[in-house]
């Protein structure tokens, strides 16, 4: 068990990174006129986690090509506020210091084989951008295995990519801002992340170091999945994959829209 409390410097850490600057995890004003603090970034607090969940994957079933690793967002995690990060076996949570309430937790597995996968549309990620990015993340978590940056590049990457608001699953939602990407989305809409699935080649499961030339990467967007409809709201589903070295990796996010 481990004591961890987010800062308004960890958001600006990884909204530098990732490019998420939505207002909810730095308008202190705006938060409280909804009755609330700001809000961590969801996947900032993953990082921890899943540090947790890489000690654990280490001594699952050495046959499984595959790891999966799912993670479920409970509740906000508040700025400047206590908590707790707890593994138990291949479960980790973070759990309010006082309430014991845990606000996420995430949980890995094995798997033996890959589902099919609809590749849809195709961008590249070059050598120099894959550089810049690795310096960036280096100042967030320095020691990581290589899924753990793969997976917040990823993440990176679908909310920079136009395409996904052209689909006919977003465009309902945001049929302006066709031309614009998640990162505009989350400063004009109210997004949070409520869950995300990764599934990787174990091999990725190796320490990760800030690469000095690496390979463009070719990464698949898959078709945006509608979950549920609901008046004022939505559950929708994005995700991405790629190959690191011949290694497979998938990153789906499912984010809660209104």
């Keep these: 068990m481990n004591s961890v409390q987010y800062t308004l410097a960890d958001a600006n850490r990884w909204a530098e990174f990732s490019g998420d600057y939505n207002p909810i995890h730095f308008d202190l004003e705006q938060a409280r006129r909804r009755g609330e603090g700001l809000r961590v ?8 986690i899943k540090q947790e ?73 070059e050598a120099a951008d894959i550089i810049r990015h690795g310096q960036t993340f280096s100042a967030l978590q320095p020691h990581v295995q290589q899924w753990q940056f793969l997976d917040a590049l ?17 465009c309902h939602y945001f049929p302006e801002n066709t031309q ?21 080649d174990r091999r990725l499961n190796a320490s990760w170091e800030p690469p000095i030339s690496p390979e463009a990467l070719v990464i698949h967007i898959e078709p945006a999945l509608l979950i549920n409809d609901a008046p004022g709201s939505a559950l929708v589903r994005i995700a991405a994959y790629t190959h690191y070295q011949h290694a497979f990796i998938s990153n789906a996010i499912t984010l809660k829209i209104g």
């Design 53 to 125: 969940i890489a000690r654990a994957a280490l001594s699952l079933d050495e046959s499984a090509a595959y790891l999966r690793c799912v993670a479920r967002l409970r509740q906000p995690v508040w700025c400047d506020t206590p908590y707790q990060l707890i593994r138990a076996g291949r479960k980790a949570s973070i759990v309010h210091s006082d309430s014991g309430t845990a606000s996420m937790s995430c949980q890995v597995s094995a798997v033996q084989s890959l589902a099919d996968s609809d590749k849809g549309e195709s961008g590249r990620l």
């Design 154 to 170: 990823l993440f990176r990457y679908l909310i920079h990519d136009s395409g996904l608001l052209r689909q006919q699953v977003l």
């Design 180 to 200: 614009a990407s998640f990162e505009a989305i989350f400063t004009q809409f109210p997004v949070v992340q409520t869950h995300q699935e990764l599934v990787f």
């Design 41 to 48: 970034h969801g996947m900032r607090a993953l990082l921890d």
